[in-house]
Every structure is written in structure tokens, then in C-alpha cells.
């Protein structure tokens, strides 16, 4: 009896050691690290442990108070750390880890141990019984399953003999289905657990990248708006500057000019103003937009980086690949999303396997075999009695109605997921071939507004010149003026579509390199300095033909 106990006590603290949340985090740990070695797409840490201290901190970092600039590789490094759909997405395929661990564990020796007991007054007689048992099972992964148990009943008088009697049970049980549910059938919840650990780590690596291009796109057209911004609070500084000029010139100056030529003047600067205040707040409305994608605070002090943009500028838009029939099959091959959706349908054509099985008979052999001792000598194996047993349990497929019905839904299923499969084909190629579409529309859209830029920008100067002569009249400049800030706001746009199309191609092809984006991101262009802390917001551009002063720090 006291070895009984002893081993329902070690049992006990093993099974506290093997339920602990740190050996949950360590085997689901284990798991997705060999399943890393399938997925090699993915990067960086998948760690739960730091995950919401990580993004606390880079919160804090960036919180309201000091103004600071961020750039392109600091934005997708913040997003990595703070991001709430990539943390939500990582705790994905920790659930998936620990579902294979959940189904791995029915596989797996798990000790069983617990104890019952009584206390019985009958007519003065006061008896205590108790009943401790231990043992082991294991569910085979060919099927079927085996069982160790060790039981002891005993029995006590209070207040006469100490011990009225006891008994001992050892047993060994084994079932092994022969037909219905056995071999590679019996698998099923636990190849299906293995796989699903794959599939979530190949979603996690496409989220990766597609959060590449959100980040990317987010934050480039924060700069474009930025660049409008300041573009049309230049256009404004210009406009009132050149307004008060032709009120020199006007009735209440020299009189040189008709007073509906400074009203006009004074007309479009209005209108310079109205558009520089809606430009302002788009600005300020895409930056927000961009905190909230990171997962910063909305309220913190932040601007991205216009050197960024410089860069842009400088690089020019890159050549497009020359051959869209070689990448939409370099898509159909790498993208991890079609690797899932193929695997899937091979998931379900398995299952219709499995589920035929269920239509056979179910026919079990079950072996047994026990030592009983009794007495007050329970542990005298040498009175023990000993049973070996051999069964065969039969059930035939007569009512086979919710199995029937569970095999036609698999097949449907498959039929289904094959559907589902070619339907995501051909929105790959349809994504490949629209990306190629934007990216040569993009390319020769820069081309024509940098021209009109040029244009534009000869054109101010040319009709500032010709008012100066007097050949040409206040409606000449303003034109001039305004048609410049649109030309140079769709140069601007156009350089972002461009390069937001460029990811979108990578993306669509299944080629986006995550630490390769972030690092290019990272680089300094050439010849720029190290920005300080807090920098001031930089001067917009100045039109051709006009005063310019910054927009006021934000």
C-alpha cells in the first residue's frame, strides 16, 4: 500500500512538472522551430515571450512629446516589433503548435493516477475504505491503444482489527483494430496537426510580406501627401507675394493695372489657401493612418523622413521585368499561399480516404491479462491470481448511414478545395499580369510629368518675365502657377506609384524579400547626412517666379 502511494505521488509531480505554461511554451517552441526548417520563408523571431514587452517599448519610444523623424527601414522595423496583425498572426501558429502538441500528447505515455475513499457507520460499525489507483496509457498511432493499471482496494474497522482486508490488481490491456480505423487512418488527426503547423507558418511568412507593402505603402504616400503639402504652401507663399505685388501696381498703388487683374490675384490665393489647408490635413490624416498600421500611438510626434523621397527621386523608377510569361510561372511556383491551397486539396483527398474506411466493419482483437492478489497480504504475489485474456469484438457495417453521408462530404470537400485551388491560380496570374499593367503605366506616367514639370516650370518663368514687360497678363501667371504645383504634385505621385508598384510586382510574384526591403530601406542615399533627433520640417519647393517660406513645424 505504501508503494502504491508512493507511486501515485511521483506520478502527481510529474504531471505538474509536464503541465507548467513554460513547458507549453518550450514544446510549442520546439515545434515551430522544426517546422522553420520546412518554411525557410519566414523571418525573424516567433518568440511569444517578449512579443508584448518588445512592442511596449517601441511604443514608448515613439510616444507623444519630442517630434521625431522616421524612416523607411525604422517604419518596417517598428511595424515587426509593434504591429498588432503580425503579433496576432504569430500567435496563429503558436495556437497551431499547440494543437500538434495536444494531439502528439494522445499518442504519447500519459500517467493516470487518482485515489477514492468512505466512511461508513453501520450500526455503531465504523469502517474506512479507500481505493488508490495508477497506471499508464498510450493511444497507438497505428490505432488502437494499451493500458497499465495498478489498483488497491483496502478496507479498515475502527476500533477493531487494524486491517480487515485489502486486494491488489496489476493489468495490461491491448486493442488493435484490424480493419475499421486502423493504420495509416489512425494518423489522420495527427498528420493533419503537422501539416496545419506548416500552413500556418507559410501564412505567417506571406503576412510578412504583404505587410511589407502596406507599411511601404502607407508610409510613401505619407511622404507624398507631405510633399503636396508643402508644394501647395509654397504655391501659396508665392501667390500672396505676387498678389501684394499687383496691388502695388493697382488702384490703391500705381495704378499701372485694372483692378480686376488684383482681384484675380487675390481670387486664386484664396483659393492657394484652401488648398494648402485640405493638403495639410490629407498630410496629417495618411501620417495617422501610418502610426495606426505600425501599432504607434496616433497621437505621437512623428513625420516621416524626406530624404526618403530624395532618394526616390534620385534612384528613378527601375526598369520593369521584360518577360511577364516567366514571372507569372515564377508565381505559380513560389507563392506560399498556392503551396497551402495545393497541400490543402491533398488534405482533403486523404480524407475521403478516411472517411471510405469508416464504411467497413469494425473489428478490434483485444489481449488482456491481470495479477489479483487478496487478503490481508495484498502485495503476496505468489497468491495472486492470473488472467490472460484474448477477445474479438465484431460490428458489422449494417447502419453505415452518418458515416455514408461524412464519406459524400469529403468528396464534396475535395471538390471544393480543387475549385478553390484553380480559382487561386488564376487570381495569381490576374494579380501578376495587373501588376506588370501598373507598373509600365507608372513608369510612363513619371516620364510624362517629369516632362510636364520641365515645361511647366519654363512656362512660369517665361510668363513672370513677359508680365515684367508687359506682354502678358496677371491671368497668364496665375495659370502658370497653379498648373506648376499640379505638375509637380503628379511628378510626386507618379515616382510613389512606382515604387508602390514595384512591391506590388515582387509581392504578386512571391518573390518580396522581407530583410531585404528593410534593409534597403535602411540605406542612406549617398552624400545625405545623419538626421539629428528633432529636425524641422524642410522648406517646401519653391515655383519658379515667386517668395516661399516653410510651413510651420509641426
Known amino acids: 500500500m505504501q508503494r502504491a502511494a508512493l507511486a501515485v505521488l511521483l506520478l502527481g509531480v510529474a504531471g505538474c512538472r509536464a503541465q507548467s505554461l513554460e513547458s507549453a511554451d518550450r514544446e510549442a517552441a520546439g515545434i515551430v522551430a522544426a517546422g522553420r526548417a520546412l518554411v525557410p520563408d519566414v523571418r525573424g523571431s516567433l518568440s511569444l515571450d517578449s512579443m508584448e514587452s518588445n512592442a511596449a517599448r517601441t511604443r514608448s519610444a515613439y510616444a507623444p512629446g519630442e517630434a521625431r523623424r522616421i524612416s523607411h527601414g525604422a517604419a518596417l522595423e517598428a511595424a515587426t516589433l509593434a504591429s498588432r496583425d503580425l503579433r496576432v498572426e504569430r500567435e496563429d501558429v503558436m495556437l497551431a503548435a499547440l494543437a500538434l502538441s495536444t494531439v502528439r500528447h494522445d499518442h504519447e505515455v500519459q500517467p493516470l493516477a487518482g485515489a477514492g475513499g468512505s466512511l461508513e457507520d453501520v450500526d455503531g460499525a465504523r469502517t474506512v475504505s479507500g481505493a488508490p489507483t ?221 472517411a471510405r474506411n469508416g464504411m467497413g466493419p469494425q473489428v478490434d482483437l483485444a489481449l488482456g491479462a491481470s495479477l489479483e492478489t487478496g487478503g490481508n497480504q495484498p502485495w503476496n504475489l505468489r497468491e495472486a491470481s492470473r488472467r490472460l485474456e484474448l477477445g474479438l469484438a465484431l460490428d458489422l457495417p449494417l447502419d453505415r448511414i452518418e458515416e455514408r453521408n461524412a464519406w459524400r462530404a469529403s468528396v464534396l470537400q475535395g471538390v471544393r478545395a480543387l475549385r478553390s485551388l484553380q480559382g487561386l491560380e488564376d487570381r495569381v496570374v490576374r494579380e501578376v499580369r495587373t501588376a506588370f499593367r501598373r507598373l509600365a503605366e507608372a513608369e510612363r506616367s513619371y516620364a510624362i510629368q517629369r516632362e510636364g514639370v520641365r515645361l511647366a516650370e519654363r512656362r512660369a518663368e517665361s510668363t513672370r518675365l513677359l508680365l515684367e514687360a508687359g506682354q502678358a497678363q496677371t491671368r497668364d501667371v496665375l495659370d502658370a502657377q497653379n498648373d506648376l504645383v499640379n505638375a509637380q504634385n503628379a511628378l510626386t505621385r507618379a515616382l510613389v506609384d512606382h515604387a508602390i508598384a514595384r512591391l506590388g510586382l515582387d509581392l504578386a510574384v512571391g518573390a518580396l524579400d522581407v530583410e531585404a526591403s528593410a534593409s534597403l530601406a535602411s540605406t542612406p542615399a549617398a552624400g545625405t547626412a545623419a538626421l539629428p533627433a528633432q529636425p524641422p520640417v524642410p522648406a517646401p519647393s519653391a515655383p519658379a517666379g515667386g517668395a516661399s517660406t516653410p510651413p510651420p513645424t509641426r
Open 134 to 354: 495508477a497506471g499508464l496509457r498510450q493511444a497507438l498511432e497505428r490505432g488502437g491503444s494499451v493500458a497499465l493499471a495498478l489498483a488497491q482496494d483496502f478496507l479498515f474497522n475502527v476500533g477493531g482489527s487494524p486491517l480487515r482486508a485489502a486486494q491488489s490488481l496489476l493489468a495490461l490491456d491491448l486493442l488493435l483494430p484490424m480493419s475499421r480505423g486502423a493504420g495509416w487512418v489512425a494518423r489522420e488527426r495527427l498528420t493533419q496537426a503537422e501539416r496545419d503547423v506548416v500552413y500556418a507558418l507559410r501564412d505567417y511568412a506571406f503576412f510578412q510580406q504583404q505587410l511589407v507593402l502596406q507599411v511601404s505603402t502607407a508610409y510613401y504616400r505619407t511622404l507624398q501627401a507631405q510633399d503636396t503639402w508643402q508644394n501647395e504652401e509654397g504655391t501659396y507663399q508665392s501667390l500672396l507675394a505676387f498678389e501684394a505685388r499687383q496691388r502695388a501696381h493697382g488702384r490703391e498703388g500705381a495704378g499701372r493695372i485694372p483692378e480686376f487683374q488684383v482681384e484675380q490675384a487675390r481670387q486664386d490665393t484664396l483659393r492657394a489657401d484652401d488648398r494648402r489647408q485640405r493638403a495639410r490635413v490629407d498630410y496629417e490624416e495618411a501620417l495617422d493612418e501610418l502610426k495606426l498600421l505600425l501599432g504607434l500611438p496616433v497621437d505621437a510626434s512623428l513625420e516621416p523622413d524626406p530624404d526618403d523621397l530624395v532618394r526616390l527621386r534620385a534612384a528613378g523608377p527601375a526598369a520593369a521585368p521584360s518577360d511577364p510569361a516567366a514571372a507569372q510561372g515564377e508565381a505559380l511556383a513560389r507563392r506560399l499561399d498556392l503551396r497551402n491551397a495545393r497541400d490543402q486539396v491533398d488534405d482533403a483527398e486523404r480524407r475521403v480516404l478516411v
